[in-house]
Nanobody, 114 residues
């Protein structure tokens, strides 16, 4: 059974940074591409970023390109999202998931506010 646990969210001021983590279990993590998604209050699920299984290919939504960085540690079955230059529009619950799979964790709340 796929099990994903996101962490690292919190309250941060505009311009600040956070690093999210996603601990994966129940599948062979190193064999799968992974992604980050987010859902802002009152809005639908939005794709943020993806990374291939080896970590040498990444892709980003235009809204976060140049500010966010996705990475992974296959030895520790962990996915990361480094978020810099945060702005209020980044406020959302952030989820990790396998690419092509709807299963995701409980999410971690990111709130950007002064």
């Amino acid at each position: 059974e796929v099990h994903l646990v996101e962490s690292g969210g919190g309250l941060v001021q505009p311009g600040g940074s956070l690093k999210l983590s996603c601990a994966a279990s129940g599948f062979t993590f190193r064999s799968y591409a992974m992604r980050w998604l987010r859902q802002a209050p009152g809005k639908g699920l939005e794709w943020v970023s993806s990374i291939n299984n080896s970590g040498d290919w990444t892709s980003y939504a235009d809204s976060v390109k140049g500010r966010f960085s996705i990475s992974r540690d296959n030895a520790k079955n962990t996915l990361f999202l480094q978020m810099n230059s945060l702005n209020p529009e980044d406020t959302a619950v952030y989820f990790c998931a396998k690419v092509g799979d709807s299963v995701r964790g409980q999410g971690t709340q990111v709130t950007v506010s002064s």
